[in-house]
Each structure stands twice: as structure tokens, then as C-alpha cells.
């Protein structure tokens, strides 16, 4: 090397050294970013790359609709594409090559210690290469590889090129049996037992155990969850002094259809009530039917606000109820109505231990035969709940329902505010 050529050598290093190499910025986000393959060792390929300004180092989040997915850090990266090993995965169900993704840059001093070793591996020799010519854009293609997808008669083709009716769209973007059986490989469950249970209403109180289990799954589009309780209690009248038994049994089925639109959610509903106080049962049987609802979320943001969700659905309710006539007969009652069901949900993450939700179910009754709303029968309930993971699978959980029915006070003049406060312990599988 010619000694002439050592200064021009070090003003060059020193520009380049003064001029940092392009990176995704904190919080920078890029959106519509997609997965194109998924390689062993929790390796994806992202639809980003160097013209994104995406280099090997980036630390980032993928956050789909859904919600926060994951972790990662990109290991290789090309002009158009990049590959990145996940090291953290939030719900594994949001890691799907038909979501999109919006990639949020984080600062690199984040990354685990047990990480950083990933950025001293050189991923050219053991990640597999993805062939991403067939991502570039048709215009940069060679002319004798252009072709066109115009059919040669138009007339003839002229049904392909009419719009979809709305109709159509909701058809095809909500009802696909391959994801359909994606969604339900995997089922969860859980088991719950409530030690302590203690119901108040009026001048009565009663305090005893309950069950209950519940299954379902979390899919990425197609979502659904079975949930069943009873409880039993040793009540006392506060006035009468009369002791008696008291048992209620709930159960709920609920299918979610995800991102049935760009804003919404549906839903279709069935609940199953009954209730014995003594010799009466009531409601002997009571079933919510909502086949179809809407449901909104509200976007969230920051790490504590987990969920917020309103929901509609008008809700056809049959109930039959068992009656004390004065002679000591049981007679029994049937009342239908059609009930207007909304929903608010609020789910918050304290800590990575602690976890708090409240839902709010307001549901005013219409008369079926005169049209009337009456206000006063709405059949509120507002469910608190405060539960403290112990580990990924156990869990206690405390619980303080009240629920306002009017049919309890109009057939049996019975206390229509109930209140249920509970310790529960949950183990998930």
C-alpha cells in the first residue's frame, strides 16, 4: 500500500464514523408489516428491511390489532426483507403470517443479557435465506417478465371485474374453515373452586362453597369460551329467623368472530340461569339467547389498560319462575321479553401479578307485545374482579357481583338487589 493513500484512508473512516448507519428510532413505528416465514429457533421474516431502515441490532415490539405479540431482535437483514428471533411472545396466537403488524422501534439497552449474545452470532451461516424476488416491485422486473392479468375480453369477463356487494366482503373476510380449525387445535381450560362464598339480599344471608370450570380457546379470528358455576348457601332471614337452602347455577357459551370489520367484532351469545330458595325455584330456567352482537374496542394504550370493550346485542329472554301461593301451592309463571344487552368491559394490568377487571351488563326489557321499554326490569349485573397470578396456572381470584333482577321482587317479593362476594381458586391447564 502506497503511504499516500493512508491519509485519504482515515478521512474516509472518519466520515463514515461520523455519520451513524440508519436504524429504526425509538417508538419509531412502521405499519402493515407482515410475517413471510417462520423458521425454527423462534426466527421470522418480517416484510421490512434496510429501505425501512431496518439493520441488524434493531430492537423492537410487534403489535398486531389484537394486541402486543412480542419481542425481538432483527439478527439479518436485506434490502427489502429481515429476519428477527423472538425472545419474548406475549400470545402465541398473534404470531400468524395473516395478521399485519405494526414494528415499534426500542431502545437497544433494553435487550436481556442473555440476548445481547445474539448480536456476536454471525445469523448469515445458520438462519435459513428467504428468497424475497418475488416481494419487488413489478415495476424493477425485467419487460419480458411483465405480464398482464387483464383478461383479452372484457365482455366476456365482465362479471370478474363488478365489486363485491357488502354482503360478499363480510362472506369472504369472516368465514374461512382453514383458520376456523387453526383457531380451535388448541383448547384451554380451567378449574375453579370458591371456598368462601357470601350472598346478602335484603335481610338475608347465607354463606357456603361453589365450583365451577370453563373451556375455550384464543384464536387469532375465531374465539370462544364455555363457562359453568354453582354455588350453594346456607341462608338465614334476618327478620324471620327461618333458615333455608339457597342454590343458583350460571352457565354461558359465547362465540367471537375477530376483526369482523375494520372497527368491530361479532359475537352470538347463550346464558342459562336457575336458582332455588327453599322450595321455589326462581327462576326454575332462564336462557339469554343473543345470536347476533357487535362489539367495539377501544384502542389502549401504555402497558396497564389491557381491554376495553362495549358491546350490543338484542337478546330474546325466556324465563319460567315457580310461585308461593297462599294456600303453600307451587304454581309456576313463564315471561318472555326482548332485552337490549350492553356490555362494558375494563380489563388492567397493575403488575405482572396483580390483575383488576369490571364488566357492567345492562340489559332493559321490551315488551313483545306492546313495544314498550321498561327500564326498571333491566337485569343489571356488575361483576368486580381483583386476581393475583400465583404462577402461569394458579391463581386466587376475589369476586363481588351484584346483580339486579325485578322478576325476583314482582313473582315472589323477594329482594330484586342480590350481592355475591367470593375467594376463588383458579388453575388453568
Partial sequence: MKQNTLPWMAVCLGWLLAFPVLALDINE??????????????VVVLSRGLEDDVTIGTHAKLRASEGYAARALCVKSGLITSHWRIYRIVEAQLISKDLTYSLIGMDASEV????ENWQR?????????????FLKDPQKAPADLAKSDLPDDLKDDEKNLAPKTFGEKIVVRNFDTKKLRRDFKTINGVVQISPWNQMEGGETKGENLGYGFSLGNKGVKYQSKIFFRRAQFNIKDGETGVKSRFETTDARAIFVVKNFSDTTEALSELTFRQARYGRVATPQRQFLVAPVGIAWNFPVGGKTLKNATLSYAPTYDTRTH????????ISTKDKRALRHSLRLYLGVNLTK????GAELDWRPAQDLTTWSVDFSDNLAVLNLQMQVNLSESLSIVYENQWLDDAQLHRLNQMPRVVRTSSFNLRYSF
Fill in 353 to 356: 401479578v396483580l390483575e383488576l
Fill in 29 to 42: 413505528t412502521l405499519p402493515n408489516v407482515r410475517i413471510l416465514a417462520v423458521y425454527p429457533g423462534n
Fill in 322 to 329: 315457580e310461585v308461593l301461593e297462599d294456600d303453600g301451592d
Fill in 121 to 133: 452470532i454471525d445469523h448469515e451461516k445458520i438462519v435459513p435465506a428467504f428468497n424475497d424476488d
Fill in 112 to 115: 436481556p443479557k442473555s440476548v
